[in-house]
């Protein structure tokens, strides 16, 4: 009887594990990497909450495949020992259908090999590195949607020229921050400028986060310098702008691409003018960007100013909209859809085509994406280029 | 070229200021509980969230906020004192810097998961004021800051060496069994000394704000640099700190000025410091 017992309850158990089995594979699933803590805990969160809107506007309208979509978001920490296993685990445990975040490049390298062994659709957030470009040359499920960081750099150089053109600015100081970020193709970066057209008087490297700018501003302050261009992270920000007043150095513009900027910088006099760059702003004026900031400020109150906000909005609705169209969540399919997106999103346009390194990555965005932005009134306004331009470009750094 | 020198020794005088005050607390920790106090950073980062919120939330000057922002830490230290460092004190060394070790990275992570890592600024009339004087610019902010650092420093000279707290404190770093034995109680003054060390570093903390913000991993910089000043300055040598603050200023100003490539070379300077200040300490008492 005891056995009986026995064999009954797990068989129960069983058929209970099975039916949840059964609705778990019902349901399209889509696992989201993203650094949800440490330093670029900003973007990974803004990414969450761009996924998110994006997830309960597909299940409102059905779903995907009139399914509803399940998103499984995991914290890599933007580290490759976290962000290798929760890859692994969205292939082997979760099953998912596709993998979207990986923001760092790091974490893009090192997954490469898991995702040649098992080949799931990935649709890449971030990792702009030219080293996962070449890593995954030859993949055939490999959607990348964030511009590489030459394309980066091609919209630096394309917005110096409208600098130079416009203003007749001539003279550039560079500061770039000593690792990889900053100085990797430093050297290519002031031939190109001098190609351009401009004199690079002085440029000089920086460690991240020291906080004392004064020397080297001292030494930029000595050539009559029209820019003032900074590499470095968002900790910098503050302290050169600072720092430039407290010297009597006034280039006539600042402009600097951290990836996020402090929080509560744009409220700050000491920030009036300085430029940056981005992938988006609150203030584009696109219609699917204006949709998109009334959509985000419905459902959580606030607005963001990360642009990779509107980027994770922008992946998960083409990736169900490419499933929706495949009609199933076969990955051959589902590629074929996708690569054929033509999107007005809130990021601007996009269309995928062959990647210049590795033809059969699927590329979104390139130097396109960029706007360049001026802090002004509290706000980040759009200053080139001139079709999302809310405003002309402030000369003269106060 | 006269200019750029004098400049130069100007951004010096003023970086030493900032040095000597997130040293202050870590000499003295040093030097009277024979801890080396490897939170002494994420202190420093306390103080500069609790002015950034008081700004924020209460508009309260950075410069008013470093008295709240030492009491909150003040306090602090005593609750992470009588809960972990007291357990350890007569233990090896090792433990007490690796427990230190443990609640730097602690209070860091804490502050990421509370606060986020991305950096948090405050504005402030004075942060655009600057002081000119001939070729010479500074800000008004780090010029407060070198005041601040010089009464504070003069401060806790007075306390330490012209009242009874101070006499109970330097006897207690002598000769701990000597001060227990003539009636002194050892384990306040260890508390004591540990709070007012944890309050200067968040004063520190609260006047670096206005020049560099608030963020979870500001301190560690700032340890670094204070652990190269108080070997300079000698153990526990706490009116040592002022010159050894300046010579690490003057070196970090120059070689980012004069040496190419400087800007990022000048961070490895206090390495080179504690190199030859060691060697020639023990050179000398060869």
Not at chain 1, 134 to 143: I, N, Q, S, V
Not at chain 1, 203 to 212: P, R
Not at chain 1, 238 to 244: N, T
Not at chain 2, 124 to 133: K, N
Request: aromatic share 10%; proline share 5%; charged share 15%.
């Amino acid at each position: 009887m005891n056995k009986l017992a026995v064999v009954l309850v797990v068989v129960a158990l069983l058929a209970m594990g099975g039916t949840e089995g059964l609705a778990q594979r019902e349901q399209v699933r889509i696992g989201i990497s993203l650094p949800l803590t440490g330093p670029a805990s900003a973007s990974g969160k803004a990414a969450e909450a761009g996924y998110r809107l994006a997830l309960d506007e597909i299940n409102k309208a059905g779903g995907v495949l009139g399914r509803r979509l399940q998103v499984f978001i995991e914290d890599d920490g933007n580290l490759p020992a976290k962000g290798v296993p929760i890859f692994t685990k969205f292939v082997t445990v979760d099953r998912v259908h596709a993998i979207t975040g990986i923001f760092g490049s790091a974490i893009g390298v090192s997954i490469v090999g898991p995702a040649k062994l098992h080949e799931p659709l990935i649709a890449m957030l971030g990792a702009a590195s030219p080293l996962v470009e070449r890593g995954f040359e030859g993949y055939k499920y490999l959607f990348h949607y964030h511009p590489w960081a030459y394309h980066n750099m091609e919209a630096v150089f394309n917005f110096m020229e409208f600098v130079r053109t416009g203003t007749g600015a001539s003279t550039i100081a560079i500061l770039y921050e000593d690792g990889p970020f900053g100085s990797a193709g430093i050297g290519d970066t002031r031939s190109e400028l001098i190609k351009r057209g401009f004199d690079v008087p002085f440029m000089e490297s920086f460690k991240t986060g020291s906080g004392d700018f004064t020397a080297l501003l001292t030494r930029a302050k000595r050539h009559p310098v029209d820019v003032l261009f900074w590499i470095g992270f968002d900790a910098d920000a503050l302290p050169i702008a600072v720092q430039s007043r407290e010297i009597g150095f006034k280039p006539r513009l600042i402009f600097g691409s951290p990836a996020s900027w402090p929080v509560g910088y744009e409220g700050n006099p000491v920030a009036r003018d300085v430029a940056g760059m981005a992938g988006w702003t609150s203030a584009s004026p696109l219609p699917a960007s204006k949709e998109f900031v009334k959509k985000y400020q419905a459902k959580f109150g606030s607005l963001s100013e990360e642009y990779m906000a509107p980027m994770g909005y922008t992946i998960l609705t083409s990736l169900a909209a490419a499933m929706n169209k495949a009609g199933t969540t076969d990955k051959d399919r589902v590629t074929a859809e996708l690569a054929k997106t033509d999107a007005d999103t809130p990021v601007g346009r996009l269309r995928f085509k062959p990647s210049r390194l590795s033809p059969s990555v699927y590329q979104g965005f390139d130097s396109d994406l960029w706007m360049v932005f001026q802090f002004r009134e509290g706000r980040r306004v759009p200053v080139w280029p001139k079709h999302v331009a809310a405003g002309p470009l402030a000369w003269r750094w106060r | 070229m006269m200019d750029l020198f004098l400049q130069t020794l100007a951004n010096a005088l003023i970086q030493s200021g900032t040095y000597a005050l997130a040293s202050s607390g870590l000499a003295l920790a040093v030097g009277v509980l024979h801890i080396v106090n490897f939170a002494h950073g994420e202190f420093l980062m306390v103080g500069a969230f609790v002015a950034y919120w008081l700004s924020v939330l209460a508009g309260i000057d950075p410069i008013v906020s470093l008295v709240p922002a030492g009491a909150v830490m003040f306090a602090a230290s005593g609750v992470i004192y009588q809960a972990s460092i007291r357990r350890v004190l007569l233990a090896p060394e090792l433990n007490a810097l690796l427990l230190t070790f443990g609640i730097g990275i602690t209070l860091q992570n804490l502050a990421v998961l509370v606060f986020g890592a991305t950096p948090r600024v405050v504005h402030t009339a004075y942060q655009l004021t600057a002081v000119t004087l001939g070729p010479v610019s500074v800000g008004v902010a780090p010029l407060i800051t070198l005041i601040v650092s010089v009464a504070l420093l003069a401060g806790m000279y007075a306390v330490l060496y012209r009242t009874g707290v101070g006499k109970s404190i330097r006897a207690v770093a002598q000769n701990r069994t000597g001060a227990h034995l003539v009636g002194l109680d050892v384990d306040r003054i260890y508390l004591l000394t540990f709070g007012i060390a944890s309050a200067l570093a968040a004063i520190a903390g609260a006047m670096v704000l206005v020049r560099i913000g608030a963020s979870p991993h500001m301190g560690f910089g700032f340890v670094l640099k204070a652990f190269a000043i108080i070997v300079m300055a000698g153990l526990g040598n706490l009116t040592g700190v002022l010159w050894a603050s300046l010579v690490l200023a003057t070196a970090e100003a120059f070689v980012r000025t004069y040496v190419p490539g400087g800007g990022g070379a000048a961070e490895a300077v206090f390495f080179l410091l504690i190199f030859f200040t060691l060697v020639w300490r023990s050179w000398r008492t060869a």
